[in-house]
């Protein structure tokens, strides 16, 4: 089996992962976690985030005393010695879960007379549409497979819209055009009048973000186009705090399929950092516990994700991937989630567990905590399996209903790890997260329940150890198919390993090639993107930082 | 003599799940045409089922199918104005009334499209199809095999484009002619073949396969529900053969000729590991090959399916990486007489093999 950890980087680097209840950060020296804590997060992001880079630093240098110091690490002040800060975050996804922070989106759709009877929105949860449609628009226009378009574009018509977009204050608007990834003209037409007529919108372009499949690239740009705002203040919000901690190193937020992109390019596509966290986390348990093949547990303070492991890598979910119900074709973590955490609120009698969650109010609301409001954390208390807080304030719970809450979230926990296996026989389970407490030491199905080091930050450490890609988006002309796969492939390599890989761990991990009729000499699109480890001692991709 | 019976909406979620496995990888993914369904019903539309037994003799049936290229559908969302534009031109041409309509193949989208058209004409739909699967061409049906007339054929498309092919002096001129007008209009159109009677259904279509989807799909359905692995029920309901179980490599696809052709080719997983599956398509898996030895071909319904899930995974959705699992069901005996396999078997596809069941 080929060695998949990540190369021997001895970079100083930070993790941190911005969950719903905590923000975690590490610093990670080389394959070494040096410091590590955990922090509430807060409302306004920023304090939170800034708040555990304090913790950090004031916890590093003793840390990092253990390990020989690296190169740059000296007497320097430790702010100075970070090349790289890495942060993960779920709030994207939990914007659109949980129906909050959304922008109302102008969708333009761009292909009538075709496609008319399933206009954008048709297949999207009704609370979810309620809040995020706006203005919709269907034009004439688009593309036929071969490069013919459909009818002409009503450029006309996108000009009386995008009037009537600046009239009525609309501040972002998402345009997908029927078979755009062949040909882009009419979203880049529609961009330059939304341009020219409402300044101020956003705009995000089906092309930019998928492949064929009208229904399932729209509703990727719709969701982009309402997390924009959001996306905006979350990353000016990590950024603050970086600059309040006296930080100077380049900042990036990981993305879906464990790569980083620069916090000021990703925040335009907040999309691509959808299922981060679980990536993040899948990733963080294989570095820490050293494991290829197992099935991963992630109990946080809201929800638990239980994920494979296969050959170092999280197992993909196949197909359609829905995110806050709506359908589309990322490629994500296959991963089964319940409304189960340690944030979870109890009721003991009759018993009740969850989804609700106290979230970040953890350390407010719950009753060791000095709160009023029984979570599965004070449960937890209350059983002896973990110490924290004041235990005296759980002593009150009858010890049967206490035992009973603790078997029934085993089983809810036992449940959940049967469905994800896919295997007969059994297997290990490395338990990371903050609520790792609330899960058994003996589980049916499970040969072994792993606990690893660092592990109530597992996600930081994910995030930390986060990969670079390189992708190529090519027209080749006159070549055979393999050929042209091949040169793409080369391409793209040349592209990671500029941007810091390791050659030696490249895999690819997207191919996809799309004739292209319309043009002459056999002309084939190659998509192909190839993510590797940071390797040593080598700058990510030119860190040109906003001033 | 039973009524024609109401659909529920329930019913045509789980037709989409087991038409689309039926499909063997085309037919389009019944999941647009669902979208429609779902909107027409939250109308309040309610499409009836009817048995072909309960057809007069001298009733006409329209025979109706989305026609193109998969990938195509993906982009040119299916409409059921379509669909009903083509049987209302059928109708008329011919100066009749449609008592019924049924479809062309019971794979993928199609199975979906005659609840569009009757959804929009007020008719019910006949439980069968003539393929029991999906095929790419016109010739490829029971009708065909069984040398019924194949024209007249009407063919709409979403602008003012409308075709009537007359007269075509065999299946293959008929695929021919309807297929350069599916081509010029962008490779996809709505189509309704030429019209049957009832004689002609009760003797030679394929019945009682919209039920069959429907069991099929409620059957994965409950597998998921129970925490069973769907592609095992998949296996049990049709009596099928799992054959190969791996990850997809490399697919090859091009849209040429209004069909979407190509290969893709699987390395294998678990049990499988250390082997290769390649499959070649013209719309529909036609052949698959383990380690260059032939395995499977059509008629044997080839079927890829998301080993997790057990959902079908259409020739236009295959993608590097996804983990399958292929499957062959057995294909409708008409399909394997003889003049069957003129029609259908590996050299109606240009392969030079002889057709030996998986299943013999």
């Given at each position: 089996m080929i060695d998949r950890r990540p190369a021997k980087a001895l970079r100083r680097r930070i993790g941190i992962d911005v969950g719903g209840t905590n923000t975690d950060a590490v610093l990670l020296d080389g394959e070494h976690v040096v410091a590590a804590v955990k922090t509430p997060t807060t409302a306004d992001v920023t304090s939170g985030v800034t708040r555990a880079l304090a913790d950090l630093m004031?916890?590093?240098?003793?840390?990092?005393?253990?390990?020989?110091?690296?190169?740059?690490?000296?007497l320097a002040d430790p702010a100075t010695t970070i090349s790289a800060v890495m942060i993960g975050t779920t709030h994207f996804t939990n914007a659109v879960v949980q129906r909050r922070g959304l922008t109302r989106v102008a969708a333009v759709r761009i292909g009538l007379p075709a496609s008319a009877s399933l206009p954008p929105f048709v297949d999207w949860p009704d609370d979810l549409a309620d809040l995020v449609r706006g203005d919709v628009v269907m034009l004439e226009g688009g593309h036929e497979y071969d490069g013919r378009p459909i009818v002409p574009f009503d450029a006309a018509a996108m000009r009386a819209a995008a009037r009537r977009f600046r009239r009525d204050?609309?501040?972002?608007?998402?345009v997908a055009s029927v078979f755009s990834p062949l040909d882009p003209s009419c979203e880049e037409q529609a961009a330059t009048i939304l341009a020219e007529e409402c300044p101020d919108a956003s705009v995000t372009l089906s092309h930019r973000l998928g492949r064929i499949g009208l229904l399932e690239r729209e509703n990727v740009t719709l969701l982009n186009a309402c997390l924009l705002d959001l996306a905006r203040k979350t990353t000016r919000a990590f950024t603050d705090a970086l600059r309040a901690s006296g930080i100077a190193a380049p900042l990036y937020l990981t993305q879906n399929d464990g790569t980083v992109m620069l916090a000021e390019v990703a925040e335009a596509y907040p999309v691509y950092s959808f299922a981060s966290g679980p990536t993040n986390s899948m990733r963080g348990a294989a570095f820490l516990s050293r494991s290829t093949d197992a099935l991963v547990i992630d109990v946080g303070g809201t929800t638990t994700d239980v994920g494979a492991l296969r050959h170092g890598f999280p197992r993909e979910a196949n197909n359609v991937v829905e995110v806050g119900g709506v359908r589309t074709l990322f490629r994500m973590p296959d991963l089964l989630s319940l409304g189960l955490g340690g944030g979870s609120?109890?009721?003991?009698?009759?018993?009740?567990?969850?989804?609700v969650s106290v979230g970040y109010r953890l350390t407010a609301e719950s009753r060791v905590f000095g709160g009023t409001t029984l979570t599965a954390t004070d449960v937890g208390v209350a059983a002896g399996l973990l110490d924290l807080g004041d235990r005296r304030r759980v002593a009150d719970l009858p010890a049967a209903l206490v035992r009973r809450a603790v078997e029934r979230i085993g089983a809810m926990i036992e449940e959940a790890v049967d469905r994800v296996k896919t295997e007969a026989g059994d297997v290990p389970l490395i338990v990371v997260g903050g609520g790792a407490f609330l899960v058994p030491s003996r589980l049916a199905g499970v040969s072994s329940v792993v606990g690893v080091e660092h592990q109530a930050v597992a996600n930081a450490v994910g995030a930390a150890i986060a990969q670079v890609s390189g992708e190529v988006d090519q027209i080749f002309q006159a070549l055979p198919r393999e050929e042209a796969i091949a040169r793409a492939r080369a391409i793209a390599e040349d592209r990671a390993v500029t941007a810091g890989a390791e050659r030696a761990t490249l895999r690819t991990v997207e191919v996809e090639d799309l004739p292209l009729a319309y043009l002459p000499g056999n002309s084939l699109r190659v998509r192909v993107r190839v993510v590797g480890e940071i390797g040593d001692d080598v700058r990510l991709d030119a860190p040109a930082r906003r001033a | 003599m039973a009524p024609p019976r109401d659909v529920t909406a329930a019913e045509l979620e789980s037709l989409a799940i087991g038409a689309w496995i039926l499909g063997t990888g085309g037919g389009g993914s019944p999941y647009l045409a669902l979208l429609n369904m779902r909107r027409l019903y939250r109308h309040g539309v309610v499409v009836q089922l009817m048995d072909a037994m309960d057809l007069a003799d001298d009733d006409l049936v329209a025979i109706v199918s989305n026609m193109g290229a998969p990938l195509v559908g993906q982009e040119r969302l299916t409409?059921?104005?379509?669909?009903?534009?083509?049987?209302?031109?059928?109708?008329d041409y011919l100066g009749r009334r449609f008592r019924a309509v049924m479809s062309l193949e019971i794979g993928g989208g199609n199975s979906i499209q005659p609840f569009m058209a009757a959804a929009m004409l007020g008719l019910p739909v006949v439980d069968g199809d003539c393929m029991g699967r999906a095929f790419p061409e016109a010739q490829m049906t029971s009708f065909a095999i069984h040398d019924l007339p194949m024209y007249p054929l009407t063919l709409a498309d979403v602008r003012d484009n409308a075709v009537i092919v007359a007269r075509a002096e065999s299946w293959k001129w008929m695929e021919r002619l309807s297929r350069t007008a599916c081509v010029a209009v962008g490779s996809i159109a709505g189509t309704c073949k030429a019209p049957r009677t009832g004689k002609e259904v009760k003797e030679c279509g394929i019945l009682y396969t919209t039920t069959k989807a429907i069991r099929l799909g409620q059957a994965v359905q409950a597998a998921r529900r129970e925490h069973r692995d769907p592609v095992q029920a998949v296996i049990d309901a049709e009596r099928g053969l799992r054959l190969f179980a791996g990850k997809v490599q490399d697919v090859a696809r091009r849209a040429t000729e209004g069909f979407l052709r190509g290969t893709a080719t699987l390395e294998g997983l678990d049990a499988d590991r250390g082997h290769t599956f390649r499959l070649a398509f013209q719309n529909e898996f036609a052949v698959g090959w383990l380690d260059e030895t032939v395995r499977v071909t059509t008629p044997d319904l080839i079927c890829v399916l998301d080993t997790v899930s057990g959902d079908a995974v259409g020739t236009e959705t295959l993608r590097y990486g996804q983990r399958v699992t292929v499957v062959a069901l057995p294909a409708a005996p008409v399909l394997l007489t003889p003049k069957g396999l003129e029609h259908v078997g590996p050299r109606a596809f240009g392969y030079d093999l002889d057709f030996t069941s998986v299943f013999s």
């Open positions: 004031r916890t590093q240098p003793r840390g990092a005393s253990r390990r020989p110091p690296t190169e740059h690490a000296g204050g609309v501040t972002s608007v998402a609120l109890v009721t003991l009698d009759p018993l009740s567990i969850g989804p | 409409d059921p104005r379509t669909i009903e534009r083509a049987v209302r031109m059928m109708e």
